[in-house]
């Protein structure tokens, strides 16, 4: 059942569920809060009952079921079980704008970087999770639901793990031990295995540059030419999802130059434990072609791979006069700077957050501008820019950001600026929906966020008819079948998707599960 008695949960949406017990047709469910300010009632003949409005933060509840057989006879009652719901994480939410009837809807999750953790508010802006004890910064939700990270680990030997989890907090995936993932980015591929990033480094040349005097004053020779400090970058890395262990890596150490970096913004001056070249940030892989598509934030780079075969396939970027290498670079006349969240959209076309951070010296700007780009390259590797749209001023992201095409084409986008602001806007540019979470750090805190349409898109019942008591001495539990008797059952989608189930029948022969049937697929909506 869940919740367990005695959890502590950290949702205000709440999935109540429990087993199926003989011969009850129906249930009824009670549950109230401890000075009984609020409470539920419900009828419900399947197995999971979701309550969204009824209960708070903090709040200790009880609760109770009952069974009925078809005689509306009351045949079982459980025990009195009790959990609670822990503390509100994000206080100071307010909610701007609501338009309504031209908004989206749905919960939207947001990760917040600098201290490593998680939440979710509705389309009023109130918080109905949080990543409670985890202390994880989410970096992506796929479409189950299901939850990747970065969590805050102070019992393994690296200050932070890759984990995946679910909206009830259970962890399903972690990193091997002592991995070290990057947080920016990880993810689940369609055939179950997991990409993320890891730190690599190279012995390289300090480059000819104002900050040159500077190294040489501490005793290094900075003639541009002479590996002695670390390049810092981050490759590509594939997990299987069976064994944990590592099936592919992509090195940029083996395909990019070193006479590409970043002189602009400052980088070289901040060298201490290694020099921070590429500050790759967002993966994402493109099924239908098997590519990878990689961001570098520090030298305003997104690259596409192949895969498995590992070949660069081209480059998109700023010009020669601000990189080296840049008449290499697609789409350079685009101007994009420091850029996060790469993805690839239905329609082939890429969506990019341009943070922006040289927009003012590529576009000769009093002040930088962020942007959100949909960016088409055809068959030519010629680019074309579809769409855009300019945040205000006072939400330039000067670092972090996320953008999202939502299920009503609309686009929500992040901005780490006014302490933490996730707003949805329409293709004409104009915001419908906008909040402010009122984080701690007003310039750098927010990561990225994600709308969904509910915390459990995938839950179902499954009630097995004339399920009865077959032995009451041995407690046995099942369904008398006749001879070429087929088993009935009836399956409920609890969720907020369209579910495609595949299920099979099988048997437990003393230890072993044996298949007695063929596997059919059903679709529930």
Known sequence: KYPENN????????????????????????????????????????????????????????????????????I????????????????????????????????????????????????????????????????????????????????????????????????????????????????????????????????????????????????????????????????????????????????????????DFDSHLGTWWNVGWGYDWLHSNSLYFEENNAEIYYSNRHISRVSKISYPEGDLIWMMGLPENYMTNGNNHLCNDLLFSWQHDVKVLPNGNILLYDNGNLSHQLFDLDLPRTRILEISIDSTNSCSLVWEYELPQELYAIGMGSTQILSNGNIQITSGNQCGTILEINRLGEIVWQAQLGLDDCQNSLYKGFRVNSLYPYLYSVIINNYTEINVEQIQEGVFLANNEGLEFEMYNEGSEDLNIVYFLSKIDSIEEIIISDTFQLQIP
């Open 7 to 74: 959890q502590t949960i950290f949702s205000t949406h709440i999935p109540f569920n429990w087993n199926q017990t003989p011969d009850v047709i129906f249930y009824s469910l009670s549950a109230q809060n401890s000075d009984s300010s609020s409470s539920i009632n419900i009828i419900d003949s399947t197995l999971i009952y979701i309550d969204r409005n009824t209960f708070y933060w903090g709040d200790t509840i009880y609760w109770k079921l009952k069974g009925y057989n078809s005689d509306g006879i009351c």
């Open 76 to 259: 079982y009652t459980s025990e009195l079980n009790q959990f609670q719901i822990g503390l509100k994480k994000f206080n100071n939410v307010e909610l701007v704008n609501s338009d309504t009837v031209n908004m989206n809807g749905g919960i939207t999750f947001f990760g917040t970087w600098y201290d490593w953790s998680s939440g979710a508010i509705d389309e009023n802006g109130k918080e109905v999770w949080n990543d409670g004890d985890l202390q994880s910064m989410l970096c992506h939700i796929d479409e189950y639901g299901q939850i990747f990270g970065s969590q805050d680990y102070p019992f393994d030997n690296v200050p932070n793990r890759g984990i995946q989890f679910n909206s009830k907090h259970d962890i399903l995936w972690v990193e091997p031990l002592n991995m070290r993932l990057d947080p920016h980015d990880l993810k689940r591929l369609p055939n179950g295995n997991i990409i993320g990033l890891k730190s690599v480094s190279e012995l390289g040349p300090i480059p000819i540059g104002p900050w040159q005097n500077h190294y040489q004053n501490l005793g290094y020779l900075a003639d541009g030419e002479t590996n002695e400090v670390n390049w810092v970058a981050q490759k590509i890395i594939i997990f299987n999802h069976l064994s944990n262990a590592i099936d592919w890596e992509w090195n940029p150490f083996n395909y990019y130059s070193l006479d």
